[in-house]
């Protein structure tokens, strides 16, 4: 099984969003979906609330 997915982060607050970040080719199980779904949402809600600028990017997950 392999799946892309796209996420991105929307603060309802401020109405800040940040575009769209795509995973590639994310493979194995389920599970690594789902791990791989978190690490990016913290990942993108940190960079939110830092007030770094965040771009669109097609990134890999690495299960290490």
Do not use: C, F, W
């Not at 194995?28 to 965040?54: C, F, H, I, M, P």
């Amino acid at each position: 099984m392999r799946v892309d997915v796209n996420i991105s982060v929307h603060d309802t607050t401020t109405l800040l969003q940040t575009p769209n970040i795509e995973i590639k080719n994310v493979s194995k199980s389920a599970k690594n979906v789902q791990r791989a779904v978190e690490y990016e949402y913290r990942r993108l809600v940190s960079l939110l609330e830092s007030g770094q600028n965040t771009e669109r990017e097609t990134r890999r997950y690495d299960p290490e």
